[in-house]
């Protein structure tokens, strides 16, 4: 790739980060990498700013003077020939193919995620000689494609995690063998890669739906369904059909949200799933609709599906679950960050790692002014107890009048002191100018720390959680808690989560005293 080619595809990378670069960056690489046009309609990927490109940490180092490969199907990619000593552990392999249980042609290879990796490398072998290398993998799953006259039983595959610069940051994991069987049959369809309702934190009001790619595909067509659609390989009847959507790369925000009373169950395995609704309610629950579940598939150049629908995944959103906590605000709270994780990644997530479940009704791209408007739709509807809210940062870093976000918190106090929930502060972490200007291309108010001061000060006035004793104020972010210098990485999100889980019975206390 020429010099010019990625220094224009850093600068591009970074500018369109505010627009949601988690969804944008494959169109970008179609562009700048492959030389190819860009897709029908980037744009069509989203609309609302979901994350950003963040610096690398101080630990990584930048990119040396690079060799040039050939990728798979993708033309010529930059990969780092300096040699550097790694500090993570090799990725963990968890795909397996024995030689008893061999795979098709077209094998989806997963691994576990790597601490702060920002994109994969993959490489195929035969016997030692690497015949196909990825590096722009940017989940931790790859959809691997033999030519159809591939004449071995197996090959081998590795991988190991890059950082911002696509320098290493671990070692290569050890050579897997793959066996593979050309009469197995290969069904072109993603691998949904997240699991709604599963755990702490897993319940979103605005989904964020996750994927393994199909090799070649450009784009993708995702589907919001009331129930379950007849068949895999066509468009589900407009009946049942909530929603749909265009996306590119490997996941897609939904801005609407997703509410239903009545929860769906599936079982069943590839190439086909069944999702079976109980008879009549369970669990004390009113009859209703089913929760919608969420098909994705891959499209060619011509907008032509390549492939079926991907399993249908149960999604239950239910108010009438009776959430005892709820949290609400911006897209700290939503989750997500280090560039490629969404808010369904739940290590990205703060709840998730709470001593309690909730339901998660943030919202990305939220100013405090946002949040406050859409109170009665979002939160009135579930009623929780208690309510955990932090909004602000995107209003305070914009240069917004600390008095005007003051007055949003105070009217969102109200709203929830009149409609019998107990509302919950929690103080803004800070933020890290230098790598805002790296990742979203754009100023932060040069007196930031006297305005998250002065909203901060009124938050102390409130019944509230306290994140100074976890995330020093008055500071710039930490890169290694926070690579984009606003959303935080696990190891923040786990500050904000100790930082509850040790406070929540004198937060409980409070509320009684009253």
Known sequence: MKRTQQILLVVI??????????????????????GREPYENCAEAGSEPKGAIGEASSKLVVLPSPET????????????????TPYGEAPHILSHFPKDHPSSLKPVLRWEKADDAVVYEVQLAKDGTVFQTDGYVFINGYHAVLPDDYAADHFEFRVRALNLDRVPMTPFSAWETVYVDPQMPSLQRPVPTNRFNEGIGTTLLYPVYNWIPVHGARN???????????????????????????????????????????????????????????????????????????????LDDEGQPIGVFSEPQKMVINPSDHWEVATLGDSIYHGGGNLSYSPSDWE????????????NLAQSGDTSGATLARFDDDVLPFHPHYLIIMTGTNSLRAGVDPDDVISDLAAIKEKCEQNGICPIFMTLPPINPQNIARAFNEPTAEDWKERFAAVNAYIRTQIHIDLAGKIPE???????????????????KKLMAEAVNEQWEKVLAQFAEK
């Open 474 to 492: 008055g500071v710039d972010l930490p890169t290694e808690l926070g690579l984009d210098g606003i959303h935080l990485d696990p190891p923040g």
């Open 69 to 84: 490969i050939r990728s798979s199907g993708t033309g010529e990619i930059a990969v780092s020939n300096q040699v550097t």
């Open 220 to 298: 993708y067509e995702v589907e919001i369904l009331s129930r379950l659609p007849e068949r895999p390989d066509q468009r589900a009847d407009a009946a049942i059909t909530l929603g749909r959507g265009k996306a590119t790369g490997f996941d897609w925000y939904d801005d609407t949200k997703r509410v239903a009373s009545y929860p769906l169950y599936w079982r069943g395995r590839p190439p086909r799933v069944f999702l079976i609704a109980p008879e009549g309610p369970g669990g004390g629950r009113r009859r209703g609709p089913p929760p919608p579940p969420q098909g994705v598939r891959a």
């Open 13 to 34: 990378m970074m500018f369109v980060a505010v627009s949601g670069v988690y969804r944008y960056l494959p169109c970008f690489k179609e562009v700048f990498i492959s």
């Open 348 to 359: 990205y997530s703060f709840q998730h790692y709470l001593k309690f479940d909730s339901i």
